[in-house]
């Protein structure tokens, strides 16, 4: 069956614009998870949903950050005024309800000029 | 606050021979620890995991080892191969589904033939 999905796989921008990045998690898959990767270091969590709700979003670094999930399926993560510190690898994850494995998209590298 | 602390931070071995990656935790109330395996340009992928109630647990040529009264965790890649060049991290989690994953910050393996 397919993976996890992430688009688009890259995304240049220009200092204080707003981006959208969407993640596709595996059919049934209800907990999504999204991550920041800078270079050289391992992802950091970010938030997390069971279903449409943000269950844990104590990893988003400010009120800049912000993401959604209305029908408890694909999610998007949106940066709003973007700094050149945003700059990353975002990742998403999925897994089944209850299970413990992450199953990880290939993520979306940001560029923020 | 680092939780998880992972070392060497890169390592090169020669084809055929054993790599060996470290890991310390500092939450007690981990309770499941997996490896993840990342090439470049692509998500991190799960390689093998452990909870704390058995020292070591072996998949293949990967084996982890355990030690809860140490808070340490460590990474074996048995007759290691140039495919398995890669990054690797170390990660650990509360357990019990929906929870986020505290990684490592890495480990850049070369197998050298």
């Known amino acids: 069956g397919a993976g996890v999905s992430q688009t688009p796989s890259n995304k240049v921008t220009e200092k204080g614009k707003y981006v959208e990045l969407r993640c596709d998690p595996i059919s049934g898959h209800t907990a999504l998870y999204w991550y920041r990767q800078s270079l050289g270091q391992g992802p950091e969590f970010l938030i997390y949903?069971?279903?449409?709700?943000?269950?844990?979003d104590s990893g988003l670094p400010n009120d800049r950050f912000f993401a959604v999930r209305p029908e408890g399926s694909v999610s998007t993560l949106k940066i709003q005024r973007t700094e050149r510190g945003d700059s990353a690898v975002y990742l998403c994850a999925s897994s089944l309800p209850g299970r413990d494995e992450q199953f990880f998209g290939p993520g979306t590298r940001l560029t923020v000029l | 606050q680092q939780q998880v602390k992972q070392s060497p931070q890169s390592l090169i071995v020669q084809k055929g021979g054993i790599s060996i990656i470290n890991c310390a935790y500092e939450n007690t109330a981990f309770d499941y620890f997996p490896w993840y395996q990342q090439f470049p340009g692509k998500g991190p992928a799960l390689l093998i995991a452990?909870?704390?109630?058995?020292s070591e647990k072996k998949e293949g040529r990967f084996t982890i080892s355990f030690n809860k009264s140490a808070k340490q965790f460590s990474l074996h890649i048995m007759d290691s191969q140039p495919g398995d060049s890669a990054t690797y991290f170390c990660?650990?989690?509360?357990?019990?589904?929906?929870?986020?994953?505290?990684f490592g910050t890495g480990t850049k393996l070369q197998v050298i033939p």
């Open positions: 949903f069971q279903g449409t709700g943000a269950a844990d």
């Open positions: 990660a650990a989690s509360e357990g019990g589904g929906y929870q986020k994953v505290t």
């Open positions: 452990i909870r704390p109630d058995v």
